[in-house]
């Protein structure tokens, strides 16, 4: 059983940095990627960083210089660091576990999992 629980999310001020944290507890598999998406009220779901098994990295033009995603040396938990956070950044974050493979930026697949999702709020 795959579970991903996301953490990290909360306020912050425009300039700031939050760490988010996606803990993976029933991996199966070790060819997976793990991506980071985001959706705000009213817009639709938008691609933020992916992190493939061979540690190769992926970012939306959006977050590319201010956000790094990395993972822990046993792959069990991914991080997304966000720095230089802006207003245009709240969204509820969801992490993503998807079957290597397939391509990183697709919003949404068959086969995907989803953690429940953590609230950013970046105030001006």
């Known amino acids: 059983q795959v579970q991903l629980v996301e953490s990290g999310g909360g306020l912050v001020q425009a300039g700031g940095s939050l760490r988010l944290s996606c803990a993976d507890s029933?991996?199966?598999?070790?060819?997976?990627?793990i991506g980071w998406f985001r959706q705000a009220p009213g817009k639709e779901r938008e691609f933020v960083a992916a992190?493939?098994?061979?540690?190769?990295?992926y970012y939306g033009d959006s977050v590319k210089g201010r956000f790094t995603i990395s993972r822990d040396d046993a792959g069990n938990t991914v991080y997304l660091q966000m720095n230089n956070l802006k207003p245009e950044d709240t969204a509820v974050y969801y992490c993503?576990?998807?079957?290597?493979?397939?391509?990183?930026?697709?919003?949404?697949?068959?086969?995907?999992?989803w953690g429940q999702g953590t609230q950013v709020t970046v105030s001006s």
């Open positions: 029933g991996r199966t598999s070790s060819s997976y990627t």
């Open positions: 993503n576990r998807r079957r290597t493979g397939y391509s990183v930026y697709s919003l949404s697949l068959s086969g995907d999992y």
């Open positions: 992190i493939r098994w061979n540690g190769n990295t």
